[in-house]
């Protein structure tokens, strides 16, 4: 086979744990991030947790020299977190926030103000066109018990058809970002089968770093340890894909991940380690031939499997959605027959005053409240159920089309 | 010029003005349009304001014979709204909702509930790949003093950007909705210039309808006429909008609109008059030359103007941020102060009760009342800051691009 000269493009992918007034020594690690890829002059950094603009004008003006183009993603009432240096002209960016991302009213788990989104990148190098897409989704809080499994799903999904609608023209397609997914997770073999993306972990030629490319280790003075006591060896939920779309070849000569601290100093970079990948790129004579067709019962099974955690979502989601609006109801109802009360007294109609006013108008605040916070909820969850209904009838879509294929 | 056998499309679009309780004769109207389309046969027909599904169900079930792939997009608490019924198989489906539609507590305008989106359907119709996108945007309700101007470029900026980055595999691409701009605004310019799409009123080989092509007329008895006042023939609002991406070229032969009343009955089929385009599909041997570099200056120029707009909206968000920003920490003031003074008397330093208990414990509730109001408008009118940031931010970019082109 003939082959033209090859490209080699290093990425550098990072979560980067910049959260303000939260994060522990959040400027030092910014600043020794900075500097780390200053040295190194990776080709594409991607970069999350990034929620102050601070922070990224900080890294702009730092990488000014070796990565000249960016772009920071906004999104969600904090920022999506989310953004991009190259050192290739940026040609075009889109973003494309989840329609499902947690609950509002869960504050400990700020999720959902984020906006949590995709954002894709275009960058042509050397007469290739490479898409570019950086992400960070839901994160799971528990693994024994996650309420936040369908939204992931969800999330999964709605990024493969992203990913498949928007690289149709694009010669190499690139994901990088903290998936919150452990590799065998259902969202993640749905999204790998759905988009024909291969895992750089497993494919590198060479690989160098934490044992089975773990992103999040016990180790690292940063993470919580609690969370890590069934996994000694930590978990892998930050993640490079990538593939040819074309007539390209994609290949991974090396993988490397940071291993906690850094080299000579006490502090990591933050509590996830980063993953280094060196994509080589070649244009070969023949089409690549990355179809999703090679492996369609496997496909099939993977949508059947996300469908159903869909579904369960989707129960779980109607009966919140009818508790809140009953929960509506019934402060109504209470508010309604104070009112009553009031009237009544009023007119006369009791003798005396039975309830003090004082009592009287706490239990009407009360009412109000409960009223006001239900309906909010009512409206929230319809939302969720209208977005599963709509991705769950998607899946079905997609499997009834891969198996009316010939 | 060599030419293949010509495919003609004929395409249905209408806002069906279908809400629950609220529009005017909704059952019988949705039984005429469905009675209508089977008559005419049309291969696509794209609806807007079907907010029922039981509407949608019905006409699914009524244009079963002549139509029997349809999809119905759902979002937000009510539904898009939006639904493709298709002669041709549906191959894949996909959804975008808007970062921006309005505000949550102008419940007298209900588009935020609606989750305004485009919606995107894949046909392949005789080797012929056509990327049809429906829509509706956000209502204009002042044209003198129209506080959404800015959301609804916004809207335009992000449906260009989503048939760009999705139509890249197209032969064809269809848009059909209500975009609630006249012809001349500054959205549609900007939608037409960005993404190189035509106007089916404009190339239409012969016309027949309403004069000018107006879709929101006086004489149809269900329209707000002092909405129309300064239009004494109407408005056109409804579009067809067609552009061939490859080797093929779109005609629009023929154009007609209804107008008003149905023949031989009473009323009309909605408050909007349906627009129903022919349009001819010919392959050819040379690729298409409509690309968006033929009238560069234009483009830059509506992208400025675009942007203008945009950054008027930033002003006006940011001052909304601020103001209820500072309604909230007065708010919490008030409630810090009347913790104050309770613990005051509780404390016995207040020689007696200045104050009522019922005064102060509804004065608290008022506060409290107050500062979550104002927490609520201050987190929505963060995120409307940050996606008309990101927004102006991707335009300066795109006219950075046009204007560094050779």
């Known amino acids: 086979m003939e082959k033209d000269p090859m490209l080699r493009l290093r990425v550098f992918d990072l979560n980067c744990w910049a959260i303000c007034y939260l994060s522990k020594r959040r400027q030092e690690r910014i600043g020794l991030i900075?500097?780390?890829?200053?040295?190194?002059?990776?080709d594409l950094v991607l970069l999350q947790e990034i929620w102050s603009e601070c922070d990224y004008s900080d890294l702009k003006a730092k990488l000014g020299g070796c990565c000249p183009f960016s772009h920071y993603f906004r999104s969600g009432v904090i920022g999506s977190g989310l953004?991009?240096?190259?050192?290739?002209p940026i040609l075009d960016t889109l973003l494309y926030q989840y329609s499902l991302n947690g609950y509002p009213y869960m504050l400990q788990h700020g999720d959902w103000f984020c906006g949590k989104s995709v954002g894709l990148v275009i960058v042509r190098i050397a007469e290739i066109t490479v898409n570019i897409y950086i992400t960070h989704m839901h994160a799971e809080y528990s693994r024994e018990k996650d309420a936040y499994l369908p939204h992931r799903v969800v999330q999964a999904w709605e990024l493969a058809q992203f990913i498949r609608h928007t690289a149709k023209a694009a010669d190499v397609v690139l994901l990088g970002g903290d998936l919150n997914m452990h590799p065998g997770d259902v969202g993640i073999r749905l999204l790998r089968s759905w988009t024909g993306l291969r895992d750089a972990f497993t494919?590198?030629?060479?690989?160098?770093?934490?044992?089975?490319?773990?992103t999040l280790i016990?180790?690292?003075?940063?993470?919580?340890?609690?969370?890590?006591?069934?996994?000694?060896?930590?978990?892998r939920i930050d993640y490079i894909l990538y593939k040819a779309v074309s007539s390209f070849t994609v290949e991974c000569e090396e993988l490397r991940t940071t291993t906690g601290t850094v080299p000579g100093l006490d502090i990591p970079y933050s509590d996830h380690e980063a993953v280094m990948a060196v994509l080589c790129i070649q244009r070969r004579q023949q089409t690549d031939n990355v179809t999703i067709d090679a492996a369609m019962p496997a496909l099939v099974e993977v949508?059947?499997?996300?469908?159903?955690?869909?579904?369960?979502?989707?129960?779980a989601a109607r009966q919140q959605r009818y508790s809140s609006g009953r929960m509506a109801v019934l402060a109504m109802l209470l508010l309604l027959l104070q009112a009553v009360g009031?009237?009544?007294?009023l007119g006369g109609v009791a003798a005396g005053q039975p309830f003090p006013a004082l009592s009287v108008s706490l239990l009407a605040f009360f009412a109000l409240a409960i009223l006001l916070f239900a309906a909010g909820?009512?409206?929230?969850?319809?939302?969720?159920?209208?977005?599963?209904?709509g991705t769950e009838e998607q899946?079905?879509?997609?499997?009834?089309?891969?198996?009316?294929?010939p």
Chains 1, 2 share one sequence.
Do not use: Y
Not at 34 to 42: K, S, V
Not at 377 to 389: A, D, G
């Open 303 to 315: 949508l059947s499997e996300a469908r159903t955690e869909v579904c369960v979502g989707l129960l």
């Open 395 to 405: 899946m079905e879509m997609a499997m009834r089309g891969l198996q009316e294929q």
């Open 83 to 88: 953004c991009v240096f190259s050192k290739f």
């Open 203 to 214: 494919e590198a030629q060479h690989f160098e770093g934490c044992e089975d490319g773990c």
């Open 342 to 345: 009031v009237l009544g007294m």
């Open 34 to 42: 900075g500097d780390q890829l200053c040295r190194e002059g990776f």
């Open 218 to 235: 016990p180790s690292n003075c940063f993470t919580v340890k609690s969370e890590l006591q069934s996994f000694p060896l930590g978990i």
């Open 377 to 389: 909820l009512h409206l929230f969850h319809s939302i969720e159920v209208k977005m599963l209904q």
